[in-house]
């Protein structure tokens, strides 16, 4: 009886452990995508002085190989963009200006991915 306790203790703390560690790379991931999506609208505003009208005009103009999933999500769809502000000055530079998370869900350290 005492070995089955034992081997159930460390099942659960094994348990535990991996899928912080899963957590852990996915969050690895989604900060990856969102610096590379945010460093192609970069180039896409430094290139043509603009932002990208949507995220399919970064693949379409070769910024990106392709939308990433979200990793939390599972889906190239449901990232949340964020519109740059309105520029009297210059109304066409009005576009994508940031990209964020589409996920309600909260990291590790308590933040939600949606503020990253």
């Known amino acids: 009886m005492v070995v089955i306790s034992l081997i159930v203790v460390i ?49 379409t103009e070769g910024y990106l190989r392709s939308i990433p999933e979200d990793p939390f999500t599972e889906s190239s769809s ?10 009297p000055g210059n109304p066409a530079a009005q576009g994508i200006y940031d990209v964020k998370s589409g996920t309600d869900a909260a990291a590790l350290n308590g933040t939600p991915y949606s503020e990253w």
């Not at 449901?78 to 520029?87: E, K, M």
């Open 11 to 59: 099942a659960t703390i094994a348990l535990v452990s991996y899928r912080t560690a899963i957590t852990r790379s996915q969050e690895a991931v989604l900060k990856e995508d969102l610096f590379r999506m945010r460093d192609a609208i970069d180039q896409y505003y430094a290139d043509k002085a603009t932002y990208p009208p949507s995220l399919d005009a970064l693949v």
């Open 78 to 87: 449901t990232w949340q963009t964020i519109l740059a502000d309105f520029d």
